[in-house]
Structure formats: structure tokens, C-alpha cells
């Protein structure tokens, strides 16, 4: 028997609950009517409005760390261990030490190389050079995940939603790798376009070699962005791909021979170098474990998607994804003095799970229940609200505190006055800042991440450190003044104090 609405007896679609049909006609008329400045469908008209919303939330969190950028400060210690290695590449230096010295250098060479050339080509130093190439590196990693989410669920729009919450949660919650001088997400960046092309060729049935030859070029940049490789490689022997033996032979090959070439250029130094002494324990692992809390809402968004359409290649690429990326991040968090960097992988899959989940909103259970606009309404508003409940609002408090402006002023007019203390101190100097040796001119002679696990490892003591830095005639320069990017941030601080 047909209905009016054509539909048959007994298979009536159930009327929304209340709730829905007052969200339908309240916010839903909203959308239509009050933002569209033209005429335009519902669905459009959402969709301008996910896209000023998560891009607005991403433009608000990248202002505070490129503006930071602009001052002689040290965001983290990486950012003068980097540059001290980029001029050494410029000036011709070697870029391996002894390993029985106090300095070493356990990452591959190419970023030292390409910071040091992009500060040559736009004339900058290359502390500036390695801060501008990161935010670069992360608009790249935005459009990678737009392409990617195209690719694997077939919907452009929805892969940039995934990239503009990247771009967010980046920029909020990894500020110390986010504008500063440091090669992860440079890295990760080349290896996010492997991904892109791997997906592509694999799709048009062609051989992903070419992609996985540029993952291991990636893996010459920074070393730890392993979740992507891994995926590719395994998805390449689990689906049974035509190319999967030749794919990891030559791209294993390529990886060996870049290692020898290493080993000739460098010389005997280079393995012990990047076999670094480190202490690995649970205490690390457990530190940073609760970290993870910024991004488990978007990981519980993917999965429940994710688990509605496990059928489905595009879920079960992500599964595979998000698997890898979280044991790296696990794996890494065992070694001491390991940071959030270690989790790029796994945000990175993340973002690709949310572009996905997006696009395939229509397919979950509850999407039956409260309709796809509605389940997509409420992804977004969670989303936006787990980046802004915070008390830690730095971009805020570029616009309404003139202390907190003023804060990285006065920590480069210290960095300076400090650099001009050591400037003439005779023979080799040791900072707990190292940039200001390194604005000073003093050599990197001291390296305390080194020298630290070397302790704690038991391969050195105290005495026998004392005795190797008296034998190098280094001096340890005691610092007065604070010389380290660390403006207090809190929102309800300044509330509460603005009196």
C-alpha cells in the first residue's frame, strides 16, 4: 500500500524526536537565513559555516606563534641545538662530533642542509629560516590532508575541514614545535606528500614505489615519523597489491643505501652519533600519556564513524593509520626526554580519520537517528569547543595585555644583555640558554641532553664530566636574567590581576 509521500505502509520513516525538529526549524533556519548573504541550500550554507568556523579557530591559534616568531628568544632547547648544526652545514663545519666529546647529533642531516639553504634563498639567519619553514611546513600538512581525505572518502570539502582542525589543534597545542626551529613537522610535511602520491598512484593502480622512495627521503629529514610508511607498507601486503614486493625491496634498498651513503660522507662518527645514549623507561611514557586528552575527542569522533563503516576501504586505511601513529607515539614516549613531537603521527592520522568521518557522517547509526546536518552540527561545535576550553590563551592575551606583549620584549632585551656578558668571556663557554652562546658567538661545546643521559645511563659521573669540560677549558656561564619564551598565558590570571 503507497502513501501519500510514496513511501510504503508499515515502512514510514519515524518522525524526528522534538528536540530535532525545534533544532531543525531554530538553527537550521538560522543558517539559511540570517548568515547566507545570497540565496543558498541548507547544506551550503552549513558549509560556509564549517569552514569560517574551523578556519577561524585555526587563524586565531597560528597568530600568537608567527608573531612570536620575530623575537631573539629560545622558544625550546631544540631551536639553538638546530641552529647551531645549520651554521655549522653553512660554514662548512663538520656535522657529526666525536662521539667521546660533549656534544652529539642524533638526527639525520638533510633538515640542517635544507634550513640552511632556505635562510640563504630568503636571506635569513637560519634560526628564522627554520621558525618560517614550520609554519609553512604546516599549511602544506593542512592541504596533504585535504587531498588525502579526498582520495580515500572521495570529498574535497570535508579533507579541508580535516586540515583546518589540524591546522587548529596544531597551532594550539603544539607551540613549541610550531613556529620555532625544529624539523618535525618539515618532516613530516614531505612525508605527508608520500602519503598523498602513495594513495593516488595506488588508486590508479600504479606502482607506489615512486612514493614510498620519497618516504625515504622524509626518513633522511627527521627520523621518527614512522606511523606512514608503516601504514603504506602494510596496506600495500594486506590488500595483496601487485606492487607490494617490489614497492619494499627497492624502497628498503634505497633506505640502506642512503645509510652507507651517510657513512662514507660523514665518516665513522655518523652511527654512534644517531645511536644516541638515551635511558627508556615507564616514568616518560606515563608523563606524557595524558597529553593525548587534546585529540581524544577527534579520535572518538573517527572511531565511531570508523566502526559504522569498518566495511569500507577508506575506514579500514584509517584503522590502520591511527593504530600505527598511536604505537609510535607510545613507542617513543618511552625514551626519556621524548616530547610531543612523538604524537605528530598520530594527530596527523587523526585529522585524516576527522576529514573522513565528515564525509562519511551520512553511514554512522546516530546519523539514522538525528539526520547527517544535525550529527555534522554537533562534530563541529565539539571540536571547536575542546580547542577553546582552555585556560591557556596566549592569542587572547596578544590583544588585551600589554605585560604579556611586553613579556618576550624584555625576555629578548635579557637574551641580549646576557649574549654580551659571555661575548667576552675568554675560551669556551657552556649555557644553560644556548642561544645566548650562540648570539654570543661561542661554539656548541656542551650539549645537556647528552650530557644528561649519559648520567643517567651511568656511561659518565659528575667528576669525569667536571674533568672533560676543565680539559676543554669550558667555562659554565650562570645566567640572571630569564632568556626562554615563557609568557604566562593563563586567561584567568589576567583576569583576576588586570587591576
Known amino acids: 500500500m503507497q ?41 551550503d550554507t552549513r558549509s560556509l559555516v564549517y569552514v569560517a568556523a574551523l578556519g577561524a579557530a585555526a587563524v586565531y591559534f597560528l597568530i600568537f606563534p608567527i608573531w612570536r616568531g620575530q623575537f631573539l628568544v629560545e622558544i625550546w632547547p631544540t631551536e639553538s641545538w638546530n641552529a647551531y648544526w645549520q651554521d655549522a652545514v653553512s660554514r662548512g663545519l663538520p656535522l657529526y662530533p666525536d662521539p667521546t666529546s660533549l656534544v652529539g647529533n642524533n638526527y639525520p642531516p638533510l633538515s640542517f642542509y635544507g634550513v640552511a639553504l632556505f635562510g640563504k634563498l630568503f636571506a635569513m639567519g637560519n634560526l628564522q629560516a627554520g621558525r618560517a619553514l614550520s609554519i609553512v611546513a604546516l599549511v602544506l600538512l593542512a592541504i596533504e590532508i585535504t587531498g588525502i581525505v579526498k582520495i580515500l572518502a572521495g570529498s574535497t570539502f570535508y579533507g579541508a575541514l580535516g586540515g583546518l582542525w589540524y591546522l587548529a589543534i596544531m597551532a594550539r597545542n603544539s607551540t613549541i614545535y610550531v613556529g620555532a626551529d625544529d624539523p618535525q613537522l618539515a618532516g613530516l610535511a614531505i612525508m605527508g606528500a608520500g602519503l598523498w602520491w602513495f594513495l593516488d598512484r595506488v588508486a590508479a593502480e600504479r606502482d607506489p614505489t615512486p612514493a614510498l622512495l620519497l618516504m625515504v627521503v622524509a626518513g633522511f629529514w627527521k627520523h621518527n615519523n614512522i606511523a606512514i610508511p608503516l601504514t603504506c607498507i602494510s596496506w600495500l601486503l594486506i590488500t595483496r597489491n601487485r606492487f607490494a614486493v617490489r614497492g619494499v625491496m627497492i624502497s628498503g634498498a634505497a633506505a640502506l643505501a642512503g645509510l652507507g651513503l651517510c657513512i662514507t ?25 595524558g597529553h593525548l586528552q587534546w585529540i581524544a575527542l577527534a579520535l572518538f569522533i573517527w572511531l565511531f564513524w570508523a566502526l559504522s563503516s569498518r566495511r569500507t576501504a577508506a575506514a579500514r586505511f584509517t584503522m590502520l593509520h ?20 612523538a604524537e605528530f603521527d598520530l594527530i596527523l592520522a587523526a585529522a585524516i580519520g576527522i576529514g573522513a568521518a565528515f564525509a562519511g557522517a551520512s553511514d554512522t547509526l546516530l546519523s539514522h537517528r538525528v539526520g547527517p546536518d544535525r550529527l555534522r552540527d554537533i ?10 576550553a582552555s585556560d591557556r590563551q596566549e592569542t587572547a592575551l596578544l590583544f588585551l595585555s600589554d605585560d604579556f606583549r611586553a613579556s618576550l620584549r624584555g625576555t629578548e632585551t635579557n637574551l641580549r644583555f646576557e649574549a654580551s656578558k659571555v661575548a667576552i668571556m675568554p675560551g669556551n663557554v657552556e ?20 650530557v644528561e643521559e649519559m648520567l643517567l645511563t651511568g656511561k659518565a659521573t659528575p667528576q669525569s664530566i667536571a674533568e672533560k669540560m676543565a680539559a676543554a677549558g669550558i667555562t659554565t656561564f650562570n645566567e640572571t636574567l630569564p632568556a626562554t619564551a615563557q609568557p604566562k598565558a593563563s586567561l584567568i590570571y589576567w583576569l583576576k590581576n588586570r587591576h
Open 3 to 43: 502513501l501519500e509521500d510514496g513511501t510504503s505502509a508499515g515502512l514510514r520513516k519515524p518522525s524526528p524526536p522534538l528536540l530535532c525538529r525545534f533544532y531543525d526549524r531554530a538553527v537550521g533556519a538560522f543558517l539559511v537565513d540570517v548568515i547566507a548573504t545570497r540565496p543558498l541550500s541548507r547544506t
Open 265 to 289: 660522507i660523514y665518516g665513522p662518527n655518523f652511527l654512534p652519533n644517531m645511536l644516541a645514549t638515551r635511558s627508556y623507561g615507564m616514568g616518560t611514557l606515563l608523563a606524557n600519556i
Open 322 to 341: 591511527v593504530g600505527f601513529g598511536l604505537f609510535a607515539c607510545l613507542l617513543q614516549w618511552l625514551g626519556h626526554g621524548v616530547s610531543g613531537n
Open 379 to 388: 562534530m563541529v561545535a565539539a571540536l571547536l569547543l575542546r580547542l577553546l
Open 431 to 450: 649555557c644553560k640558554t644556548k642561544l645566548i652562546c650562540r648570539q654570543a658567538g661561542k661554539p656548541f661545546v656542551v650539549d645537556e641532553f647528552k
